[in-house]
């Protein structure tokens, strides 16, 4: 599939993106709720670039559109370097937007800034204050900045400890901390005055994966109270696993949204595998491409004497036309297996590798 130029996109997508909950709109009209945690309308950053900033200017994000529901899980899914870490600093007022609307439960973050900051929790910010404090001194402190009294910030600063399965850790230095640990303490601080919208920047990058599956956990346990949660990661597994919807960002805009399984639906590859008895004869080699051919949705390839395999839709019943038409025209057929679509396909359809000469690189991505 080739990669989906967002403008086109927008020209595709239905008027108002009123279209059902699980369709993908790849098109990036906001859909409106009352209830909306988070829109972002036509958003867009450019820095300035090379030596004293006299390069071409860089569209690090590039007329973003986002809506999220409150209550929901939202990632922003993208390679290094696709304006993720640009788009969140923007929703948590660390960076103002050069055009573009952003409203976090209907105020203005643009224009009033200070009246959104109580509104959001933003992991990275807090937990790593100092690193001599205990992960609770760290926790009280950060809660104490945010006006509770002594007393309430450490019933607080106990409570999110709890929650974050560090009471074992909670009176050690904060710098004995495993990468693990700190990851939560930091959800914890982002969490700690109550937000709303709780933003969590690349929330698992470089944990093992009892890490991440704690901190998954963490986020999963979040949203039963109602929090918003907006994500931003490149794993694929982690949209996946977390997400109601999922924007798929590359250099800086968006090239769809949908929710994990309609995505993969809409973008994903599937692929049909048949296994046919060994015949021996070319003719039915050239008869099995033949009926390959016209049921699926690409061309298909022979793997070795019997096997073959094609890409197909999901979900359109092809294993059961092929074997019909195969069995039809006299080929015996073994074995037949579909191979559902994984987020993996659909990001490698709708991403590009970073030009060699940026930061980040392609070589991250996985
Ligand atoms: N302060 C900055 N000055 C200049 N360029 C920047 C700055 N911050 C980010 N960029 C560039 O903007 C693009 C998007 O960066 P970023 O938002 O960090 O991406 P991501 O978080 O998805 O990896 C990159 O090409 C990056 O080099
Ligand atoms: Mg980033």
């Known amino acids: 599939m080739g990669r989906h130029n967002a403008s086109t996109l927008e020209r595709e997508a239905p008027p108002g993106g009123c279209d059902s909950d699980d369709a993908p709109t790849a098109g990036l009209a906001p859909v409106r709720h009352s209830t909306d945690a988070l ?25 973003l559109d986002l809506t999220v529901p409150a209550g929901s899980i939202h990632a922003i899914l993208g390679p290094n370097g696709a304006g993720k870490t640009t788009t969140v600093s923007m929703i948590a007022t660390l960076l103002r937007p050069d055009s573009g609307e952003i409203l976090i439960d209907g105020v203005d973050a643009v224009a009033t800034p200070s009246e959104v900051r109580g509104l959001i929790g933003v992991s990275g910010q807090y937990a790593a204050v100092d690193g001599n404090l205990s992960g609770f001194e760290n926790l009280r402190m950060v809660a104490q900045l945010y006006g509770m009294t002594r007393r309430e910030a ?33 959800l914890a601080g982002a969490l700690i005055n109550r937000p709303r919208l709780v933003i969590l920047d ?19 346990e979040l949203t039963r109270t109602g929090t918003t949660i907006l994500l931003t990661t490149q794993y694929l597994e982690e949209a996946d696993e977390l997400a109601d919807d999922v924007t798929v960002v590359s250099a800086g805009a968006a090239h769809a949204r949908g929710t994990p399984s309609s995505l993969k639906r809409e973008f994903g590859d599937a692929e049909l595998t048949v296994e046919v008895a060994r015949t021996g004869a070319l003719r039915s080699a050239v008869d099995v491409m033949t009926t390959l051919a016209d049921v699926g949705s690409g061309p298909p390839e022979q793997l070795d004497d019997v096997r073959f395999r094609v890409r197909v839709e999901a979900g359109s019943r092809t294993a059961v036309r092929a074997v019909t038409a195969l069995n039809r025209i006299g080929v015996e057929v073994l074995d037949a297996g579909v191979t559902a679509p994984t987020l993996e396909s659909v990001f490698l359809a709708l991403t590009e590798p970073i030009a060699t000469d940026d930061e980040g690189g392609a070589s991250d991505v996985r």
């Open 39 to 63: 829109v972002l309308r036509g958003v867009t950053k450019t820095f300035a670039s090379g030596l004293l900033g006299r390069g071409r200017p860089h569209v690090a994000v590039d007329q």
């Open 154 to 186: 450490s019933a607080r600063a106990r409570e999110m400890i709890d929650e974050l399965d560090l009471v074992a850790a909670a009176d050690r230095p904060m710098r004995t901390y495993s990468g693990g640990m700190r990851r939560r303490l930091d």
């Open 202 to 220: 690349e929330p698992t990058t470089g944990l093992d994966p009892r890490g991440r599956r704690q901190i998954w956990g963490a986020i999963k």
